[in-house]
């Protein structure tokens, strides 16, 4: 590879553009492939709409094994355990809760969670709230709730963030940076008995949630080399939620528990903990990135030089969906979510450079990795609307005449949507077990869910397609996001 060639690639100009390079490519291959040959066209057609089909049971599959073993998860007494009686007692705990804007209920209501944790060895349990000192009622409401809850076996302390430090954009995660850092220079701490969790400041932890991650983080082989990922339950907020809300939020946890079963390219969101050692191997979070969650993981990835994962642990935080006082600002709040969330194709821009100049990855793991990156984020942004646009690629370009497209193309249309309807069903019943357990679920909820999931299919070529659509398109135009936009948060 020539020099200026290897400078292009690294390049950030250049990888910024692959998104939604590879975005435009996926819906002209179908429509070249029919132009230059029409029955390998249809074949393409026919495999798309296949992998799809066996992808959606896949998921559904995946969603219930991991249901069922985070209910065996929950049924487990790990108090009576060898691993927590003795060996818990020497590891210590930091939360780390940043807000910026929420109000005072919320944040008590989530320290609250925490100290009524079940967990025997609450004293090396520590609490550290992250307010923005640009919001001065911020640090008030974190003075407060310290006060409030100073004289328990659990510390309760802040560390506020101050503004326009150098190196800094206004994100979360430097925000979390800052008080982790702070905090830990204080203290004489065993990085490698030292957990650090994470987790948004409307997160309401469940009481065996320090059982579950100390057992989990305990009895991890090499438990440094690895994000210990939690399982998010968006119920907080239930009763007041708008219907397309409610569909976000259950295919966001949906996703999650899919996504656990599947090791290899699991990835950290929203609520996780790391070892302290970890941390500070990995600089902490990045300070200028809009979104950190998958971020973290390939930072972290990088600095162990490829020998790190992110490890299941099925430790529930029941967490806010997006609200708002009118219907069409709360979908214009929860668009701007997505965004944020689908922003995670800039990864590109760090991990392919890194895997060209990294020597010590395997090329397998690099061609591997990089595959399910393009693909995750090409998925998310065109997957369901080129499912609804490709079936009419055969009659616009193919010969009318033909008994093939006149007979098996709307056949096997029709099968498939038959059974995407039919797969509305698993995640209708799913749903309902969930909210169930971690809500209380009303008689009329049932109607509501069932009307909810009839909608899926043009939710998923809207309200989830179009955020994703955008991020690559300001990739690709270099129209970066350069604010973290701060979902609101009610009581």
């Known amino acids: 590879m020539s020099e200026k060639l290897r400078n292009l690639i690294l390049s950030q100009k250049f990888t910024s553009k692959l998104p939604f390079s590879f975005f435009i490519l996926m819906f002209l291959t179908p429509i070249v492939l029919l132009k230059v040959n029409y029955l390998v066209g249809v074949f393409f057609i026919a495999f798309y709409i296949s992998y799809w089909t066996i992808k959606i049971l896949q998921t559904h599959i995946y969603v219930i094994i991991s249901y069922i073993k985070l209910l065996k998860t929950n049924k487990k007494n790990f108090c009576d355990t060898e691993i927590i009686q003795k060996e818990a007692k020497k590891l210590k705990h930091i939360v780390i809760l940043p807000f910026y804007n929420e ?19 609450k004293e090396n ?9 640009r919001k001065e009622w911020a640090v008030d409401i974190a003075i407060r709730v310290c006060e409030k809850y100073k004289n328990l076996p659990i510390s309760v302390q802040y560390v506020s963030h101050p503004d326009k430090l150098p190196w800094e954009w206004r994100v979360k995660w430097s925000n979390i940076s800052y008080a982790a850092k702070t ?13 650090v969790s994470a987790i948004d400041c409307d997160a309401k932890v469940e009481k065996n949630f320090f059982l579950i991650t100390s ?37 966001t946890t949906f996703w999650q528990l899919a996504e656990s079963q599947n090791p290899e390219f699991y990835r950290n969101f929203a609520i996780y903990g790391q070892s302290l050692y970890c941390l500070k191997k990995s600089d902490y979070w990045s300070k200028t990135s809009i979104v950190e969650d998958w971020f973290q993981y390939w930072r972290s990835y990088f600095a162990f030089d490829w020998i790190f994962r992110i490890v299941n642990t099925p430790a529930v935080c029941r967490m806010d969906m997006v609200e708002e006082s009118w219907f069409f600002t709360t979908i214009w709040a929860q668009y701007k979510q997505l965004r944020r969330w689908s922003w995670w194709s800039s990864d590109m821009e760090f991990v392919i450079p890194e ?34 646009f490709i079936w009419y690629l055969p009659w616009v370009f193919g010969d009318r005449s033909s008994w093939f497209t006149n007979l098996a193309v709307p056949i096997w249309t029709s099968f498939i949507f038959t059974w995407i309807f039919l797969t509305v069903i698993i995640p209708w019943i799913l749903s309902i077990f ?13 109607v509501y869910n069932i009307l909810q999931r009839l909608l899926v299919p043009i939710f998923s070529m809207t309200l989830f397609s179009f955020p994703a659509i955008e991020s690559q398109f300001r990739l690709f135009f270099w129209k970066r996001l350069d604010e973290f936009n701060v979902t609101k948060k009610k009581r």
Do not use: C, G
């Open 183 to 195: 905090f830990t220079e204080w203290k004489n701490l065993d990085l490698h008995w030292t957990f």
């Open 215 to 251: 057992y989990v983080f305990l009895t991890t082989e090499k438990r440094d080399n690895a994000i210990y990922q939690y399982t998010p339950v968006y119920s907080n907020n239930w009763w007041r939620w708008k219907f397309f809300a409610k569909l976000v939020a259950m295919w």
């Open 125 to 133: 349990i520590t609490v550290i709230l992250a307010p923005e000192e």
């Open 355 to 388: 895997f060209i100049k990294n020597k010590k990855i395997p090329l397998i793991d690099k061609i591997r990795k990089t595959i399910y990156l393009v693909f995750n984020h090409l998925f998310w942004a065109a997957w369901s609307l080129m499912l609804f």
């Open 103 to 121: 109000p005072y209920e919320l944040i008590d209501e989530s320290v609250f969670a925490i100290i009524e944790n079940d967990y025997p060895h």
């Open 434 to 446: 969930i909210m169930k357990k971690y809500t209380k679920f009303r008689k009329r909820d049932y």
